[in-house]
Antibody
Framework: QVQLQESGPGLVKPSQTLSLTCTVSGGSISSGGYYWSWIRQHPGKGLEWIGYIYYSGYTYYNPSLKSRVNVSVDTSKNQFSLQLSSVTAADTAVYFC???????????WGQGSLVTVSS | EIVMTQSPATLSVSPGERATLSCRASQSVSSDVVWYQQKPGQAPRLLIYGPSTRATGIPARFSGSGSGTEFTLTISSLQSEDFAVYYCQQYNKWPRTFGQGTKVEIK
């Protein structure tokens, strides 16, 4: 079965760029019909969809974050990555990667990676 | 964007009792709603999509219903492992949006 695992720094300084990578195992990221997604959860709060990438490289982002987000894919490594620029304390959250089914819902999810923005 | 509002914020239920969770969309989303379960320190798990089809491995005590703007998740007889936070999500419009969650706690 497909499993996802986030990796990256847990602490980022304000104004810098947050970078996370999601490694997919048990299946190919190049499988059609799936949209590889990033979602975040602020401490004690709800969930916010950030964006997705298709294996071809096509991306779509949440308009609220679009100016600061870049999602890329490396099919040779079966990974996709998130970059969020100009971060502030408001970007402190648990970041999840997930497989988007027909770009509609998300299943499965990675375990999540807490990123704290602080100097 | 479509706002998903869940109620109540917290639901206190005894084991074996029925739990009914509500989710309201700020505009019609047809039947394009899913439900997730999240336990502390874990990722959300897909429960229901479409809005009444159970995901693989989800017990029959979980059921979903609704259309338009009103949706319901029902847990027919709560088991100890069901105490968690439940989120609804719409996939009718972009960006995909989630409710703020309903916490089901032991009464």
């Amino acid at each position: 079965q497909v499993q996802l695992q986030e990796s990256g720094p847990g602490l980022v300084k304000p104004s810098q760029t947050l970078s996370l990578t999601c490694t997919v195992s048990g299946g190919s990221i190049s499988s059609g019909g799936y949209y590889w997604s990033w979602i975040r959860q602020h401490p004690g709060k709800g969930l916010e969809w950030i964006g997705y990438i298709y294996y071809s490289g096509y991306t779509y982002y949440n308009p609220s974050l679009k100016s600061r987000v870049n999602v890329s894919v490396d099919t040779s490594k079966n990974q996709f990555s998130l970059q969020l620029s100009s971060v502030t304390a408001a970007d402190t959250a648990v970041y999840f990667c997930a497989r988007g089914v027909r770009a509609n819902w998300f299943d499965p999810w990675g375990q999540g990676s807490l990123v704290t923005v602080s100097s | 964007e479509i706002v998903m509002t869940q109620s109540p914020a917290t639901l206190s239920v005894s084991p074996g009792e029925r739990a009914t969770l509500s989710c309201r969309a700020s505009q019609s989303v047809s039947s394009d709603v899913v439900w997730y379960q999240q336990k502390p320190g874990q990722a959300p798990r897909l429960l229901i999509y479409g809005p009444s089809t159970r995901a693989t491995g989800i017990p029959a005590r979980f059921s979903g219903s609704g259309s338009g703007t009103e949706f319901t998740l029902t847990i027919s007889s709560l088991q100890s492992e069901d105490f968690a936070v439940y989120y609804c999500q719409q996939y009718n419009k972009w960006p995909r949006t989630f409710g703020q969650g309903t916490k089901v706690e032991i009464k």
